[in-house]
């Protein structure tokens, strides 16, 4: 049995750390926790996550819909139920604004690769959703895409998404995406961001699989580019640098659709002759 009392007290020391690191100002952010399959507990609307007390948190069910609290439920609730939908593994989700991972959600940069080990093993792939207006299902939609790549996402124009197992976990994401997000700006300012290899990385893939963790790399071709959305550089590029992106790596799954469609047309063109 869930201790519910105790997961809302976590809540509420997840939220003061949230404000405390200047994740989240004023009445900024939110937070959730899957209780079981009828019931989340969410952060209030209009409250600082710093000073909150368990008697605030609320129950929603998947819907949305209020089921008990004194304080109305968060606005970006619709957000965090797209997690729970998409992905029955979390257990938790943590909305906040970084400033320097919202620094690369404002300026429409990339997160790059290959440049912390402690990323690679512990994030691994940060995707960008699209910007859409917060609160709305279109804006929880934007994340969808990218639930089965990262437990953490940044959202354009707007902060991050982080979730995990617990509490705990899904809180940490955050952190480790905005201390990331502040070397590379430093390194930046300094002159230059340096890539570790594709080999290099490899390596800390499988280090990664011996401790546990799962990343959408192990499940892509032997010659997919470990690196390739590591145009941060690109990002930083001077107005009048040429233009280029590096091209998608796919999946093995799309890999052999492509083989299979590439197969098929060779079969009707041979037919038609």
Known sequence: ????????????????????????????????????????????????????????????????NQLAGRRKRSSEILLHLAVYKHRPDVKAVVHCHPPHATAFAVAGIPIPQCVLPEVEVFLGEVPTAVYETPGTQKFADTIVPHLKASNTIILANHGTVTFGPDLEKAYWNSEIIDAYCRILILAHQLGNVNYFSP???????DLKKRLGYDDIRFYRGQNCDLCANSDFGRGYREPDAPEGSPEEC????DEFERLVQTVTDQVMASLGQ
């Open 1 to 64: 049995m869930v201790n519910e009392y105790k997961i809302k007290e976590e809540i509420c020391e997840i939220g003061r750390r949230v404000y405390a690191r200047g994740f989240a100002a004023a009445n900024d952010g939110n937070i959730s926790y899957r209780l079981n399959d009828r019931e989340i507990l969410c952060t209030p609307t209009m409250i600082s996550k710093g000073f909150m007390k368990p008697e605030d948190i609320c129950k929603v069910d998947y819907e949305g």
């Open 199 to 205: 080999d290099k990385t490899r390596e800390l893939l």
């Open 250 to 253: 796919s999946t093995e799954d």
